[in-house]
């Protein structure tokens, strides 16, 4: 499944295919993938290492040839089999994933890097409006290596905002930091994109930065683009077994196993199954432990089975008592075996 495409949309990917020459023939990375963004939209490419996101965005911003398909950028050709511009000339900005700033240059250069060819008084005022909106006023004159990860972030992102690009790319933007700077920065970093209404496609292999950020998500697996949705659907609705086991925390359990037809398997999340006195669904408390702000606990059905499960206050918690359970079906998700 790819993401439909649109005359309407800033940036479109149509049935691109991209690979790297190899012994015997081409080693395709990215194979008939099609996206599309509107302005102003963030999109995120998700999936694990080696899946060809990173490669999408350097095809996009011109720094890997296409095998097949077409990129078009506000309506026009930047990239086919025959032709290609050069990535100077595509209006593209990237976000490194090591941010690549110049060491031997202070924040308001680095900003300043990619605006040569401005007068002198208006490279000065738009560095000086960058870096207002990343809020780093008071470094101007600092070097790199003075900065948090955090701040560094904000250099890289304020240059790549800095020339005005019609499309953003970028590339792991949270890799680099710990994880309690990822989760302070994700929001701030989608609140700063859309109060410049920048066009954004990013990749991850992070659920959580990807929801945190991202309008539109695409699940990618072997170079493909698997479902192209926003973070609750991708959630509740997951298209394939693939998204449904990539997504959240789940296990795909025989219907038979919660007393349904044995012609399905069932999605089981944590909140699916619920702790009740009455329930007629009888697991084993494997593990409990608290996770904040309640405890989680895993079980083994009685069809052997083992999954997942939010534990009530007053819920047994000690490993190897039988839990009564009731399943949630409202909204359950079910696959055909």
Same mark, same amino acid.
Not at 50 to 69: D, M, Q, S
Not at 168 to 177: A, I, V
């Given at each position: 499944?790819?993401?439909?495409?649109?005359?309407?949309?800033?940036?479109?990917?149509?049935?691109?295919?991209?690979?790297?020459?190899?012994?015997?023939?081409?080693?395709?990375?990215?194979?008939?993938?099609?996206?599309?963004?509107? #302005? &102003? *939209?963030?999109?995120? =490419? +998700?999936? %694990?290492? !080696?899946?060809?996101?990173?490669? $999408?965005?350097?095809?996009? /911003?011109?720094?890997?040839?296409?095998?097949?398909?077409?990129?078009?950028?506000?309506?026009?050709?930047?990239?086919?089999?025959?032709?290609?511009?050069?990535?100077?000339?595509?209006?593209?900005?990237?976000?490194?994933?090591?941010?690549?700033?110049?060491?031997?240059?202070?924040?308001?250069?680095?900003?300043?890097?990619?605006?040569?060819?401005?007068?002198?008084?208006?490279?000065?005022?738009?560095?000086?409006?960058?870096?207002?909106?990343?809020?780093?006023?008071?470094?101007?004159?600092?070097?790199?290596?003075?900065?948090?990860?955090?701040?560094?972030?904000?250099?890289?992102?304020?240059?790549?905002?800095?020339?005005?690009?019609?499309?953003?790319?970028?590339?792991?933007?949270?890799?680099?930091?710990?994880?309690?700077?990822?989760?302070?920065? #994700? &929001? *701030?970093?989608?609140? =700063? +994109?859309? %109060?410049? !209404?920048?066009?954004?496609?990013? $990749?991850?292999?992070?659920? /959580?930065?990807?929801?945190?950020?991202?309008?539109?998500?695409?699940?990618m697996e072997c170079g493909r683009i698997v479902q192209w949705d926003d973070a609750e659907a991708l959630y509740r609705r997951p298209a394939d077994r693939f998204v449904a086991d990539?997504?959240?925390?789940?296990?795909?359990?025989?219907?038979?196993?919660?007393?349904?037809?044995?012609?399905?398997?069932?999605?089981?999340?944590?909140?699916?199954?619920?702790?009740?006195?009455?329930?007629?669904?009888?697991?084993?408390?494997?593990?409990?432990?608290?996770?904040?702000?309640?405890?989680?606990?895993?079980?083994?059905?009685?069809?052997?089975?083992?999954?997942?499960?939010?534990?009530?206050?007053?819920?047994?918690?000690?490993?190897?008592?039988?839990?009564?359970?009731?399943?949630?079906?409202?909204?359950?998700?079910?696959?055909?075996?």
């Amino acid at each position: 499944m790819n993401a439909p495409t649109n005359i309407e949309s800033l940036l479109q990917l149509e049935r691109i295919r991209v690979g790297y020459p190899a012994s015997g023939g081409l080693h395709v990375v990215v194979d008939d993938l099609s996206l599309a963004l509107r #302005a &102003g *939209e963030i999109g995120c =490419l +998700l999936g %694990a290492s !080696g899946c060809g996101k990173t490669t $999408v965005l350097r095809a996009i /911003a011109g720094f890997e040839p296409l095998r097949a398909g077409r990129i078009a950028l506000l309506g026009d050709a930047v990239a086919t089999v025959a032709t290609a511009l050069p990535p100077e000339r595509r209006r593209v900005g990237m976000m490194f994933q090591d941010y690549a700033l110049f060491p031997h240059l202070d924040v308001a250069a680095n900003i300043g890097f990619g605006l040569h060819r401005m007068p002198r008084a208006g490279r000065r005022a738009r560095v000086e409006a960058m870096l207002d909106l990343v809020g780093l006023r008071d470094c101007a004159d600092v070097y790199p290596h003075e900065l948090s990860g955090g701040q560094q972030q904000r250099v890289a992102l304020a240059r790549a905002l800095a020339p005005e690009p019609a499309l953003l790319l970028l590339d792991e933007p949270f890799s680099n930091l710990d994880i309690d700077t990822r989760q302070r920065l #994700a &929001g *701030e970093l989608r609140a =700063l +994109l859309k %109060a410049t !209404g920048t066009t954004v496609l990013l $990749v991850t292999h992070d659920q /959580a930065e990807a929801f945190a950020i991202a309008d539109r998500i695409g699940v990618m697996e072997c170079g493909r683009i698997v479902q192209w949705d926003d973070a609750e659907a991708l959630y509740r609705r997951p298209a394939d077994r693939f998204v449904a086991d990539f997504i959240g925390r789940g296990t795909l359990v025989p219907g038979a196993a919660l007393g349904l037809a044995d012609d399905v398997e069932v999605l089981l999340r944590p909140e699916c199954l619920r702790h009740d006195p009455g329930g007629p669904i009888r697991a084993t408390l494997v593990e409990a432990g608290f996770r904040g702000p309640g405890y989680v606990g895993s079980v083994r059905l009685a069809t052997g089975e083992l999954v997942e499960i939010d534990l009530p206050e007053g819920a047994p918690r000690q490993p190897g008592e039988v839990l009564p359970l009731r399943l949630v079906e409202q909204g359950l998700v079910t696959f055909p075996r």
